[in-house]
């Protein structure tokens, strides 16, 4: 049989798949009370499809999908990938400049000459654009041109397979407290919450919304004498690197996640499984000889 040890600390960690950057934050994940989640891409898959498209009077779908996969032209953002591949050929990228994505909230581009918009509620409010919100579950994308709403698109995004098995784990290892972040609309992020058991969600944030978020919830943590870090955040984007740097422990998705997020963290899981959390804290424990 294999000893024990051979799983143990930081290389048993890696054989699973999870990096963990520094003894110091195996350590700390042994105590985490508190998880924090982004959702898309770290709670859900990440990879959105369009279900549904709701021209304006006037506009149709052909016209909608095909401006707004002109405008998410050159986004790394999944939904951008899902409205382009929904409208299948490439547009050809001469028909689009200026091109300025507001994180968040969605992207600003000149394309065929006018000015569009293609994002959430937020975007349409800056711009001052009368649109129909709609109330279908899923992400809403709406899309205006020189200010005029010409309608809306909707996608929807999965919860990952093992998310529910994720925070039923975390519970199981002690952790008192699940919440989630997302830029989302709170429907959407209240679904997703209901179905998989987090305790605390909080929606439609902008990224120095989640950073004010995660201080507030560090603030509520309770620390040990030596001030060690309970509180843990998941994130996979650019945007979650400011909030991964702020947590006491900061976890990158590593397979799916941005280069920003995997720098700014402090541990890595390899195959993108929010259930691996659950397994590095029992690792941690067992390195450091503490029974549970
Ligand atoms: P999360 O916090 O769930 O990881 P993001 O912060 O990446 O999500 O995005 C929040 C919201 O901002 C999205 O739900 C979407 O409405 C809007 N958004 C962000 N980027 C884009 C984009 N490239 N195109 C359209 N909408 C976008
Ligand atoms: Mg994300």
Do not use: C
């Given at each position: ?186 429907p959407v992020a209240r679904a ?18 989640k950073v004010a978020e995660v ?78």
């Open positions: 049989s294999v000893p024990l040890s051979f799983f143990g600390g930081i290389g048993g960690a890696s054989r699973l798949g999870i990096l963990v950057k520094g003894s110091n934050y195996l350590e700390a994940l042994g105590s985490t009370e508190t998880v924090v989640f982004d959702k898309t891409g770290t709670l859900t898959d990440g990879t959105f499809s369009v279900t549904e498209l709701i021209g304006a009077p006037g506009v149709s779908e052909t016209e909608l999908i095909d401006i707004a996969a002109a405008a998410e032209t050159f986004s790394t953002h999944p939904i951008a990938q899902s409205v382009r591949a929904y409208r299948g050929a490439a547009v050809a990228a001469e028909r689009v400049r200026d091109v300025r994505e507001i994180s968040g909230q969605g992207v600003e581009a000149v394309v065929d000459g006018r000015e569009v918009l293609v994002g959430n509620g937020k975007l349409m409010a800056a711009h001052d654009i009368a649109f129909t919100a709609t109330d279908v579950p899923g992400t809403v994308l709406y899309v205006a041109a020189d200010g005029t709403y010409l309608g809306a698109i909707v996608i929807a995004d999965t919860v990952k397979l093992d998310a529910a098995r994720a925070i039923v784990d975390l519970r199981a290892a002690g952790v008192k407290k699940t919440v989630m972040l997302t830029g989302d609309r709170t997703v919450a209901a179905e998989l058991g987090i305790d605390e969600v909080h929606a439609e944030l902008l990224p120095q919304d201080e507030a919830l560090l603030a509520q943590t309770e620390r040990d004498t030596n001030g060690k870090g309970k509180l843990a955040f998941v994130g996979d984007g650019i945007n979650d690197a400011p909030v991964l740097t702020r947590a006491d422990i900061g976890i990158a998705m590593g397979a799916m996640g941005s280069d920003a997020a995997i720098e700014a963290a402090d541990i890595v899981l390899m195959n993108d499984d929010p259930d691996d959390i659950a397994r590095a804290i029992h690792l941690a424990r067992r390195t450091m000889g503490i029974v549970w």
